[in-house]
Structures are given as structure tokens and as C-alpha cells.
């Protein structure tokens, strides 16, 4: 029950987060004359690392890589539906009664319009995250195990902060820079930014990773608090009984 309450988290959390992605940036003041900017996408990332972790302290590495396999297949799942829900008819051309096509100024036809701008938005967040993804979270979980055994299973914070901040700055850097090369999904930010593409982007990567940083310093109470609980409610006096 423990495993398929992570395991769900972690998946939903990661479907919606590439759904979500890159469709809105919030600007979190920090000075007057400095803000972090982050994509929407990036709120409930950190949850999925708290996720692994728990799951890697609990039932080893091997259901944790299980868990990060599965959250591809799921990636692909939702890029499949988003393609079919694009090209099943009716044809997006959509007219009023006069015979005029009813289009954004973006070209996209007005019933259509929520739909294909999610769609285009997901395919870019998607397939950078993919990438970032699963450097990320392998990373995430070899870096986990490795600090486990270098520490001989002590300093439960060293690896759960280690292994998170490393991955997440791959996730940072990946996500960015494959969504804007690959879609330019930031033109609109780099525009408003002047053109200037390299402050927007290194903005845009060290603002999420600053997030990130602080969520994976406060989220070590609830991982010790949580890991202590689990162990209890499960039974389990040493942890590696089962990782298999």
C-alpha cells in the first residue's frame, strides 16, 4: 500500500507537471530589482525526488529504477494521446456561417485554440524533460545509494540532499535548454528580455534550480520524519530486508 501511494504520487505528479510545463512563468520577487522566474511545471517537481527517495531508502534501488521506467512509459503515454487528440478529425478548420475560418492571431482555430497551445506547450516540455528526466532521476538515485554506502548507511540527510540537488541541477539545465532549442519555447521571455537569449535562459535555469535547492533543503524533515513513520507502520528494523 506505502509503495503504490509513492509510486502514484510520484507518477501523477510527474503528469502533471509535463502537462502544466512550460505554460505559464511566475515571477517570485526577491528584491526590488530581482525575481525568480520558474515555469509552472517546476512546482510539483520537487515532490517527485522526495518520492524516490522515499522509496529508495525504503525498498532499495531496484523498485526505484522500476518507478523511474514506469514515469517514461507515462511521459510517452501522454505525448501518444496529445498526438491522437491532434490529428482525429474534424479538421481544425473551423468556419462560421459566412465561410470565414475562425482563427487566433496565431493561425489556431478558436474552438481549437486551448487544446493546441496545451499540446504544443506539452510536446516541448515532454520531450526536454524526458531527457533531463531520466538523467535526473537515475542520477538522483545512483548518487543516493552511492552517499548510502560511503556513509555506511548514516547521515540520512547527506544523501537525501546530495542526491537531490545534483540530479535537479541536470533537470534544470536539461529542461530549459531542450524545450527553448528544440520548440523556442522562451522566445516570447527572450523578446520581452531584449533578445538577449543567454540571460534569459541562465535566468530561467538558475531560478529553477534555486527552487529546487530550497525545496530539497526544507523537504529533509518530512524525508527523516516520513522514512522513521514508514519504518515503523511496515515493520522493518533494517530497510535493506527488502531490497530485492
Not at 127 to 146: E, N
Request: glycine content about 8%.
Amino acid at each position: 500500500m506505502v509503495f503504490l501511494v509513492l509510486s502514484g504520487l510520484f507518477l501523477g505528479s510527474l503528469a502533471m507537471l509535463n502537462i502544466l510545463g512550460i505554460t505559464r512563468i511566475i515571477d517570485i520577487p526577491l528584491t526590488d530589482n530581482l525575481a525568480l522566474k520558474l515555469t509552472v511545471g517546476v512546482l510539483p517537481y520537487p515532490i517527485t525526488f522526495l518520492c524516490t527517495d522515499f522509496i529508495s531508502e525504503i525498498y532499495g534501488r531496484k523498485r526505484a529504477n522500476a518507478v523511474v521506467w514506469v514515469g517514461l512509459i507515462i511521459n510517452l503515454w501522454v505525448l501518444f494521446i496529445l498526438w491522437l487528440g491532434g490529428v482525429l478529425p474534424p479538421e481544425p478548420d473551423i468556419y462560421d456561417e459566412s465561410g470565414k475560418v475562425l482563427l487566433t492571431s496565431s493561425g489556431v482555430p478558436d474552438n481549437d485554440y486551448v487544446f493546441y497551445t496545451i499540446r504544443t506547450f506539452t510536446f516541448a516540455t515532454t520531450i526536454g524533460s524526458m531527457f533531463a528526466y531520466l538523467a535526473a532521476q537515475f542520477c538522483d538515485v545512483h548518487i543516493f545509494h552511492y552517499l548510502k554506502e560511503l556513509t555506511k548507511g548514516k547521515h540520512l540527510w547527506l544523501r537525501n540532499n546530495g542526491s537531490t540537488l545534483i540530479s535537479q541541477f541536470v533537470d534544470s539545465f536539461c529542461v530549459i535548454m531542450i524545450a527553448q532549442y528544440y520548440a523556442h519555447a522562451f522566445d516570447g521571455e527572450i523578446e520581452a528580455n531584449g533578445g538577449d537569449t543567454f540571460d534569459t535562459l541562465f535566468h530561467l535555469i538558475v531560478s529553477g534550480y534555486i527552487f529546487k535547492l530550497v525545496a530539497a533543503l526544507i523537504d529533509t524533515i518530512p524525508f527523516y520524519l516520513g522514512t522513521s513513520f514508514l519504518n515503523k507502520y511496515l515493520g522493518i528494523e533494517n530497510p535493506d530486508d527488502l531490497h530485492h
